[in-house]
């Protein structure tokens, strides 16, 4: 175990990576953060700020020797940055199984070897590759970036051939997948914690909704059967049993309208949609990430109460700054911001958490609070 006194590193600097800062210096933990950017939120907080590419060796090294351990806030990370620091300290998630979520293609065959469903997807490497769709896939789909996409970047819905060839055009021709599109009912995540030895801990299953590609808003309990609950957990148990995961990771599913359960995607640290624990569960995602690190035991994930998480862009600053007073005059509301300088259109820059009797009170104050905070 490494107990609270001990460095613990981070490689990467945005929300999550501050979050996680956060934790751990509550714990008594002292936290390196290794990012490029000089004003990075989790680098203005840290203990240390190592203001470096991730590929720089030199940089590498220094965090290696101040830490007893490292962990990450993304899956762009190169895997071969893992790898050498695993040469050096003790690293989780590990390189192996980063470098299986880092590329579109390479995770949907891998979810699909463990018998999970995925969509319908092909391969898209050259344009010659775009004439199988016949016969593969119905359009419409989505011409998905294999790597480094995110939040809705890099994806283009396509009805026609000829649509897929544009889009495959102006993505600059790169790894692409096709993805056909699901006639969906609902979006569903859940977060879970695997420890050194293969202990598993679950939080609530959480309802995601999604505008312009990006979370807007996360209600839990959601309102799934407990069929579907069950069955959405153990697909997401038997995925970090199979890249022999350690920390804390999130899967996304899609739930069609024929009630099937589709794998998404997997987050190989904590999500988006799990920052509902911070206020309305006994222990955090965050916290939870700290404790596998350190070969802790687990926290309780039990929810305290139903819960809306709102997520906070750029795009609702106006000529002034959001009408903060307006939602903290509401006492349900709790307040996140990640302390990034500049706010621009799409990028998040924080999020409120409502709890409430119900989740359809608590939707209601957000749905509120939201419309009021918008600046002019």
Not at 158 to 165: A, G, N, P
Not at 170 to 186: F, G, K, M, S, T
Request: hydrophobic share 40%.
């Amino acid at each position: 175990m490494i107990l609270p006194g001990a460095t613990l590193g981070m490689l990467g600097g945005g929300q999550l990576g501050r979050m996680f800062t956060t934790a751990a210096q509550t714990m008594g933990y002292k936290v390196v953060v290794l990012d490029p950017d000089t004003n990075s939120p989790a680098g203005i907080i840290a203990d240390q700020h190592i203001c470096a590419k991730y590929d720089d060796e030199a940089a590498l090294m220094t965090l290696a020797s101040a830490c007893d351990a490292v962990t990450t806030e993304f899956e762009n990370i190169p895997a071969a940055t893992l790898a050498f620091l695993e040469s050096k300290t003790v690293v989780h998630p590990s390189s192996a199984a980063l470098a299986k979520t880092q590329n579109r293609i390479v995770e949907k065959e891998f979810i699909a070897s463990l018998g999970i469903a995925v969509a319908p997807f092909l391969a898209i490497r050259a344009e010659a590759d775009i004439g199988q769709i016949e016969g593969n896939i119905t359009l419409p789909a989505i011409l998905k970036v294999a790597n480094f996409g995110y939040d809705g970047k890099g994806q283009v819905v396509c009805h026609t051939l000829s649509e897929v060839k544009q889009a495959f055009s102006d993505l600059n021709q790169a790894e692409c997948v096709l993805e056909q599109r699901i006639n969906l009912e609902r979006e569903v995540s859940t977060v879970l914690a695997r420890s050194q030895i293969g202990d598993i801990t679950n939080f609530p299953i959480a309802e995601n909704v999604h505008i312009g590609g990006i979370l807007h808003s996360t209600t839990v309990p959601s309102i799934i059967s407990e069929q579907q609950a069950e069955a959405v957990t153990d697909m997401a148990d038997k995925i970090a049993e199979g890249l022999d995961y350690v920390g804390t990771m999130a899967v996304e599913f899609f739930i069609s309208k024929e009630g099937d359960i589709i794998a998404n995607e997997i987050a190989p640290r904590p999500h988006n949609s799990g920052h509902f624990t911070l206020d309305a569960c006994e222990t955090s995602q965050f916290e939870q990430q700290v404790r596998m690190l350190c070969n802790l035991p687990s926290g309780d994930c039990e929810l305290t109460s139903p819960v809306v998480m709102i997520n906070i862009l750029g795009d609702v600053w106006g000529k002034t700054e959001p009408n903060w007073y307006q939602l903290l005059s509401v006492p349900n509301n709790k307040l996140h911001l990640y302390g990034k300088q500049q706010a621009r259109v799409g990028r998040k820059m924080g999020h409120f958490n409502v709890l409430a009797k119900s989740t359809e009170q608590a939707m209601a104050i957000a749905t509120q609070s939201f419309e009021q905070l918008k600046a002019d």
